[in-house]
C-alpha cells in the first residue's frame, strides 16, 4: 500500500520514503549485528565508534560530533552503560559534562566491530555499484534490490569473501591423518552410520587413497585445519576419479569452504589428465547436494555403491 501512496503522491512524499528507507537500514543493521553476534544495538555505533577512536569524551563533545541532541547521546550512553560497555568518569555535576570511555567488555569488541564494518562497507559499495538511475529511481531500485537481496545476507556474502580468503588448500601430510578421521567420522554419525568402507579409508588414508593414486587436500582457516576433501582413483573405465570424504568442521562452515575444497579437487583432477569425475551422497544433505549441482555436476543412475547411506550418484565431465 505504501508504494501505491508513494506513486501518487510522486516526489513530494521523498522524505517520507526516506524515511522508510532510513527505518529498513536500522532493521538491517540489528540484524548484521546479530548474525555476527556483537551484542551492540545499532544505534549505539555513532557514540561506540567515536569512543573506539578516543580515550575518553565528554556528552557534549560526543553530541556535537556525530550530530545527535544530548538527551538522545545521554539516552544511549546509559544504555550501553548498562549492558557493562561504558564507564563514567564523574567529575562534574553536569552530566553532559563527565567523561565517559569504552569499559574494557567495550574494548574488546572494537577488533569486530571494525571488521563488521569493512563487511557492510563493501556490500553497500556492491549496493553503489549495482544502482544505476538518478536519486528518486535509485530509491526504488535500492529497494526493489534490498528485497531481492537484504543488506544483512550481503554483509554475510562479503564476510565470506574476507574469511574465504583467509582459506589456504594444501595438501595431505601425516599430521593431518586425525582430522581427516575425526572431521569425517562427526557428519557421517550425525546423519548415518560408519560403514566398513569408511572405517578402511579413514583409518588407513595412505593404503586406501594415497597409494592407490589419489590425493587428499586440506582447508586451513588461521593455520587450523577445518576441512578434507579427497581425490580417490577409480578403476572403472567411464569414470577416472571420486570426489569424497569432503567434511567442514561445524565451525568453520559458512566461510565458503567447501567450494574451496571442491574447486581445488576438480583441478586436481584436470591436472591429472582426468576426463570424468564422480560422486555420490545422501540427497539429506541439501547443502552439499546444491553445491554439486553448482559445481556442474549432473545426476546419474544405476551405479552399484559401496555405501548403504548413498542414495544419489552424480558425475562431472572435466
Not at 104 to 114: E, N, Q, S, T
Not at 144 to 157: A, D, K, T, W
Request: net charge positive.
Amino acid at each position: 500500500m505504501e508504494k501505491i501512496f508513494y506513486t501518487r503522491t510522486g516526489k513530494m512524499a521523498l522524505g517520507s520514503r526516506l524515511r522508510m528507507l532510513s527505518a529498513l537500514f536500522t532493521e538491517e543493521a540489528e540484524k548484521i549485528y546479530e548474525q555476527n553476534r556483537i551484542p551492540v544495538r545499532a544505534k549505539w555505533f555513532p557514540v561506540f565508534y567515536m569512543l573506539s577512536q578516543s580515550e575518553e569524551k565528554t556528552i557534549t563533545e560526543i553530541a556535537q560530533e556525530i550530530g545527535h541532541s544530548q538527551p538522545s547521546v545521554s539516552r544511549i550512553i546509559r544504555e550501553m552503560t548498562a549492558k557493562g560497555l561504558i564507564t563514567e568518569n564523574k567529575k562534574s555535576g553536569d552530566k553532559r559534562q563527565n567523561r565517559v570511555a569504552l569499559s574494557a567488555k567495550g574494548k574488546a569488541l572494537v577488533p569486530r566491530v571494525l571488521e563488521q564494518c569493512a563487511d557492510v562497507h563493501n556490500a553497500v559499495e556492491e549496493l553503489i555499484r549495482e544502482a544505476t538511475h538518478d536519486l528518486w529511481e535509485a530509491i526504488e531500485e535500492w529497494e526493489f534490490l534490498l528485497e531481492q537481496q537484504p543488506l544483512s545476507r550481503r554483509v554475510l556474502q562479503q564476510k565470506k569473501i574476507r574469511e574465504s580468503s583467509q582459506v589456504q588448500i594444501v595438501h595431505y601430510e601425516p599430521k593431518y591423518k586425525t582430522v581427516f578421521r575425526t572431521l569425517n567420522e562427526a557428519w557421517i554419525s550425525q546423519y548415518f552410520e560408519m560403514e566398513e568402507t569408511d572405517i578402511r579409508a579413514l583409518n588407513h588414508p595412505d593404503k586406501y587413497i594415497l597409494n592407490k593414486g589419489g590425493h587428499i587436500l586440506v582447508a586451513l582457516y588461521e593455520q587450523k585445519p577445518v576441512g578434507v576433501c579427497a581425490l580417490i582413483k577409480m578403476d572403472d573405465p567411464d569414470y577416472d576419479y571420486e570426489m569424497a570424504k569432503m567434511a567442514v568442521a561445524p565451525e568453520a562452515q559458512g566461510k565458503n569452504i567447501g567450494k574451496l575444497l571442491a574447486d581445488a579437487i576438480i583441478q586436481k583432477a584436470k591436472e591429472l589428465g582426468a576426463s570424468r569425475l564422480y560422486l555420490e551422497s545422501n540427497t539429506r544433505l541439501k547443502a552439499a547436494i546444491s553445491l554439486y549441482y553448482k559445481l556442474g555436476f549432473k545426476k546419474i543412475n544405476n551405479r552399484p555403491s559401496p555405501y548403504k547411506r548413498a542414495n544419489i550418484q552424480m558425475a562431472l565431465d572435466l
